[in-house]
Each structure stands twice: as structure tokens, then as C-alpha cells.
């Protein structure tokens, strides 16, 4: 039997025409990650122990929350003297002064940065440069702030740490060295360790680093399917860590006479520390639904657009 194959040309669009891009396709794609990590979120918050799993990210958050109070100080005209983050996801940032936008910065920094990478997960184009920047952002936070002013000093040697390791590894060398390079460069990491651990900041730096490096690795490393996931779910803790890092400064300001930044607005402005919990726990809530109204709500881009 005698086959014949249709080799006739596509025709193209006509003016007024409209087509079923892959556009569509990727965003109903973005937006089933957004759902599957939403999911995540949820299920892990119930499960016991799950806080195992998503501690590294209760670092990056917190980085964000100490890092927005840092920023703010700068631009308000201070300094920052330390900035320390501990194992158990809390944090403090000590500044030559204080106002209300330093205050209010540390919640609200962490919602907009998380609603930021929500709605740019969409794009599964954007999803290495977000996790990049991502890790660029803890690595530039750790060494701008951890030390204050002096954190800079730790940069030089650090950044020789570790080239001396990295060069100890190339096989090409001759075995001792080798040794030599990687012992000189151990040696260095002890003292700044050492150095590190006398001023307090040791799980600072060592959170720092790794978060930062770990996320500027799946930029590079994963697929753009998969870092979408990652992305959305990274983004989604943001969000609700800020909202329950919210509830529960709300229930201390209302019912225990705790140090928080909510009891600093109290002192700062006589407003009790319950009303600002509130108003920074709406402001969150609003800017997430916003947020997700206009992932949802975004419009279909479907027209091929007319013909010359």
C-alpha cells in the first residue's frame, strides 16, 4: 500500500487570530508548584519533627527579618553594631539608634521579600536567577552585618581560607602540596573559627555561609522545573513564618510584657505593643491576598497579534 505524507506548509496566524501558547502552559504549571508547595508548607507544620527539614529555611528567614532591621538602620542614617542569628530561628540586630521604621522593618521586610519571590516564581524562566540572588543576599547579609563594621575584616582571610582549600584539591599537584595547601588552609578556618566563637558569632557565620552557598548551588545545579518548586516553596515559608512570627508576637503583646520590636514601638510612641502587632499582622495578611489575587487574577496572554 502506497503512503503519502502531508509536507503541506502551517498556515500562519491571521490577524485577530488567537492560539494556545505555551505561555498558558507555564503558568498553569507555575501556579500547580504554588499549590503543591502551599501543600507542603501545610502538611509539614502538622508533622512532628518536621522542623528538621525545614530549618535551613528558618535560617534564610530569619537572615531576611534581622537583615530588614539592618537596612533599615542604614538608611535611616545608623549603624549597625551586630547582627546575630540563633539555632532555635530568633535573632537580634543591634543599632546606634532606633525608630520606627527600623522597628516595623523586621516583619514587613520579610512578607514583602516573601510576596516578591511569589510572584515572580511564576516565571519558571527567573527561578535560578531568584535562587541565586537569593544565596548572594545571606552571603552579602553575613558580611556586611554579623560583625557590624568589622565583619569586612573577616572577608580577606575567609576568602584565602578558601582558595588555599580549593587549591590543595587539584590532583595535578604533587601530593605534598597538596597537604600543604589544605593544612595552611584548615589552620586558617581554626583561627577564624576561634576568632568567631570569642565574639559570639560563630553559628552567625556558619548559618550565613552555608544558607547562601547551599541556595546559590540549586540556582545553578537544579532544573528550572524543580527550582520553581523550590522557589515557590521557599517563598510560601516566607510568608506564613512572617504571619505566625506575627500571631505570636500579637498574643505576647497582648498578654506577657515581653522585648520584641512591637514593645520597642510602645516605648518609642506610647501606642501599646498589641495595636502594632495588630496593624503589622493586617498589613501582612493584605499583602499576601494582594498578592495572590494577582498571581491568579494575572491575565491570560493568548493574542498572536494582527498581521502586517
Known amino acids: 500500500m502506497r503512503h503519502t505524507d502531508d509536507f503541506s506548509p502551517r498556515r500562519p496566524p491571521q490577524a485577530g487570530q488567537t492560539l494556545a501558547v505555551p505561555i498558558?502552559?507555564?503558568?498553569?504549571?507555575?501556579?500547580?508548584?504554588?499549590?503543591?508547595?502551599?501543600?507542603?508548607?501545610?502538611?509539614?507544620?502538622?508533622?512532628?519533627?518536621?522542623?528538621?527539614?525545614?530549618?535551613?529555611?528558618?535560617?534564610?528567614?530569619?537572615?531576611?527579618?534581622?537583615?530588614?532591621?539592618?537596612?533599615?538602620?542604614?538608611?535611616?542614617?545608623?549603624?549597625?553594631?551586630?547582627?546575630?542569628?540563633?539555632?532555635?530561628?530568633?535573632?537580634?540586630?543591634?543599632?546606634?539608634?532606633?525608630?520606627?521604621?527600623?522597628?516595623?522593618?523586621?516583619?514587613?521586610?520579610?512578607?514583602?521579600?516573601?510576596?516578591?519571590?511569589?510572584?515572580?516564581?511564576?516565571?519558571?524562566?527567573?527561578?535560578?536567577?531568584?535562587?541565586?540572588?537569593?544565596?548572594?543576599?545571606?552571603?552579602?547579609?553575613?558580611?556586611?552585618?554579623?560583625?557590624?563594621?568589622?565583619?569586612?575584616?573577616?572577608?580577606?582571610?575567609?576568602?584565602l581560607a578558601g582558595a588555599l582549600l580549593l587549591g590543595g584539591l587539584r590532583t595535578n599537584l604533587p601530593m605534598i602540596a597538596r597537604w600543604g595547601l589544605l593544612g595552611a588552609g584548615g589552620f586558617l578556618v581554626f583561627l577564624l573559627a576561634a576568632l568567631c566563637a570569642l565574639t559570639g558569632t560563630l553559628y552567625s557565620w556558619i548559618a550565613g555561609l552555608s544558607v547562601g552557598v547551599s541556595l546559590i548551588a540549586l540556582g545553578v545545579?537544579?532544573?528550572p522545573v524543580v527550582g520553581q518548586f523550590i522557589v515557590n516553596f521557599l517563598a510560601v515559608q516566607c510568608c506564613l513564618d512572617a504571619l505566625s512570627d506575627?500571631?505570636?508576637?500579637?498574643?505576647?503583646?497582648?498578654?506577657?510584657?515581653?522585648?520584641?520590636?512591637?514593645?520597642?514601638?510602645?516605648?518609642?510612641?506610647g501606642i501599646p505593643a498589641f495595636i502594632w502587632a495588630t496593624l503589622w499582622l493586617v498589613s501582612g495578611a493584605l499583602l499576601l491576598g494582594v498578592t495572590l489575587w494577582m498571581i491568579f487574577q494575572r491575565p491570560q496572554k493568548r493574542s498572536v497579534g494582527a498581521a502586517r
Not at 44 to 55: E, K
Not at 78 to 90: A, N
Open 24 to 159: 498558558e502552559e507555564n503558568r498553569n504549571s507555575s501556579l500547580i508548584w504554588l499549590i503543591l508547595a502551599t501543600v507542603a508548607t501545610l502538611v509539614l507544620m502538622g508533622v512532628p519533627f518536621a522542623s528538621v527539614i525545614t530549618f535551613p529555611i528558618r535560617m534564610f528567614v530569619t537572615f531576611v527579618h534581622e537583615g530588614s532591621h539592618a537596612m533599615a538602620a542604614l538608611l535611616s542614617g545608623y549603624q549597625v553594631i551586630r547582627m546575630t542569628i540563633h539555632w532555635d530561628g530568633s535573632g537580634l540586630t543591634l543599632t546606634t539608634g532606633q525608630n520606627w521604621f527600623i522597628a516595623s522593618a523586621g516583619y514587613l521586610g520579610t512578607m514583602l521579600f516573601g510576596v516578591f519571590l511569589l510572584y515572580q516564581a511564576q516565571r519558571r524562566d527567573r527561578v535560578g536567577l531568584l535562587l541565586v540572588g537569593s544565596g548572594m543576599l545571606t552571603l552579602l547579609l553575613t558580611i556586611l552585618f554579623v560583625n557590624g563594621q568589622a565583619s569586612w575584616l573577616m572577608v580577606l582571610p575567609l576568602a
Open 246 to 269: 506575627l500571631k505570636t508576637l500579637f498574643f505576647l503583646s497582648a498578654f506577657a510584657n515581653a522585648q520584641s520590636d512591637a514593645a520597642n514601638m510602645a516605648r518609642m510612641t
Open 221 to 223: 545545579l537544579t532544573k
